[in-house]
């Protein structure tokens, strides 16, 4: 009776441990899909493109924690890119791989994208707000605001940028969109500011087979210059998606019904991150993604991480083809007719939290619109002239000319 006891004790055990290493949020049901038109699927490719040519911009020899947010991003440029005209609307269809689109399909498909990804999954929380603050004296052309408004939803304002409560504004507006995760993106107003074109991106979701907190455990995570730094190291057993060759080994995290999931990628010996980064390409991943099978009873470990991350994109975008967005030869006059406006700044912030029970993370990019004369300033920064003069008589004293400043 007691061998018959045990061996029922035993079972139940194997059972217990079995249900819970592949306890999954079931049961699932039936699942939208997005049915995109060619068009859409090239916005979507186009994305995915612009995605990789701008993480390798941010990501490569970086010597910090980094993230950015290719989606966020991609809104709020799509918004700014309906104020633009002539080159510089051609220059950011190339920078945002959009080139062949019209400005027609490239907002339908964002709108059906942004639509589809905060529905796709009702167990993860997915939100994509947007939004336009103006000056209150500066005069906005209907068609930008509606156009906008339409296909991006977004919340339309016009404040007084001499207000110095105006910045606090925005950005509570960013932090109830990014629930208290990103807290600023506005940290000054300046006299020639006109307008702040906001995405703000939110994501929580939780493991599809979630991480036992008892098997977290301090063990030893290498840096990349070969010390080592103490972390709580996660760890999990189940049928993944898994692949290697001789560069990277990769495996797929699920997220609630799978419609969303987390990507890790680790060098092989001999290799490191800077190499998968070169290699990094819209081919190349897809075809590292597309060789991953299901492993049964993999072992994964990955150590728990927050933090935040903010850059400023002008340079990146800049080199990606977009520069004259950010110039004095800027045309925005879809903004408004009279144009003199530029792209002052792209601000991009971004938040994640990875822990055994699942992600939360968080993105804003904000686009500064400006007018292209700058507030006045001297700055004697190269040969000058100089006169001295009395005033009353408007005799001249002293002329001069610098050309090597010395003293």
């Known amino acids: 009776m007691k061998t018959k006891n045990l061996i029922l004790l035993l079972l139940l055990t194997f059972v217990m441990f079995s249900c819970k290493k592949e306890e999954a949020i079931s049961p699932k049901p039936q699942l939208k899909h997005l049915n995109l038109d060619y068009a859409g699927q090239k916005t979507v490719s186009a994305n995915n493109d612009f995605a990789i040519n701008l993480y390798k911009k941010t990501a490569l020899n970086a010597t910090e924690n980094m993230m950015v947010s290719p989606l966020s991003i991609s809104l709020a440029l799509g918004m700014t890119y309906n104020g633009a005209a002539g080159t510089t609307r051609t220059a950011m269809e190339q920078a945002l791989s959009l080139n062949g689109l019209t400005a027609h399909e490239i907002n339908s498909s964002f709108k059906l994208l942004s639509d589809y990804l905060q529905t796709v999954d009702p167990t993860v929380t997915m939100k994509i707000a947007n939004s336009i603050w103006y000056?209150?004296?500066?005069?906005?052309?209907?068609?930008?605001?509606?156009?906008?408004?339409?296909?991006?939803?977004?919340?339309?304002?016009?404040?007084?940028?001499?207000?110095?409560?105006?910045?606090?504004?925005?950005?509570?507006?960013?932090?109830?969109?990014?629930?208290?995760?990103i807290k600023e993106i506005v940290s000054n107003i300046n006299p020639n500011d006109v307008m702040f074109l906001i995405n703000a991106v939110y994501f929580l979701g939780n493991w599809t087979y979630e991480f036992d907190p008892s098997d977290t455990d301090p063990e030893n995570f290498t840096l990349s210059n070969g010390s080592n730094k103490t972390v709580d190291m996660m760890e999990i057993q189940s049928n993944f998606?898994?692949?290697?060759?001789?560069?990277?080994?990769?495996?797929?995290?699920?997220?609630?019904?799978?419609?969303?999931?987390?990507?890790?990628?680790?060098p092989m010996p001999n290799h490191s991150t800077d190499d998968i980064i070169n290699a990094l390409s819209t081919s190349n991943f897809n075809k590292w993604v597309n060789s991953m099978k299901i492993t049964d009873d993999l072992i994964v470990k990955i150590p728990k991480f927050k933090f935040e991350y903010e850059k400023k994109l002008n340079d990146v975008l800049s080199d990606l083809g977009m520069s004259e967005a950010f110039s004095s030869q800027a045309d925005f006059t879809n903004i408004n007719a009279a144009g003199n406006l530029f792209i002052s700044r792209v601000k991009h912030k971004t938040f994640i939290d990875?822990?055994?029970?699942?992600?939360?993370?968080?993105?804003?990019?904000?686009?500064?619109?400006?007018?292209?004369?700058?507030?006045?300033?001297?700055?004697?920064?190269?040969?000058?002239?100089?006169?001295i003069r009395e005033k009353e008589s408007n005799a001249l004293i002293f002329m001069g000319r610098v050309e090597e400043p010395t003293y």
């Open 135 to 181: 000056r209150n004296d500066f005069s906005v052309l209907q068609n930008f605001l509606d156009t906008n408004t339409f296909y991006y939803n977004a919340l339309i304002n016009s404040v007084d940028f001499s207000n110095p409560n105006t910045k606090n504004i925005i950005n509570k507006w960013v932090a109830d969109n990014t629930n208290n995760k």
């Open 241 to 266: 998606l898994y692949a290697n060759n001789n560069l990277l080994q990769i495996v797929e995290l699920p997220y609630g019904y799978e419609r969303y999931s987390m990507l890790l990628l680790k």
């Open 354 to 387: 990875v822990n055994e029970k699942g992600t939360e993370a968080a993105a804003v990019t904000s686009v500064g619109i400006s007018f292209t004369s700058m507030p006045d300033a001297f700055v004697a920064d190269e040969p000058f002239l100089f006169i």
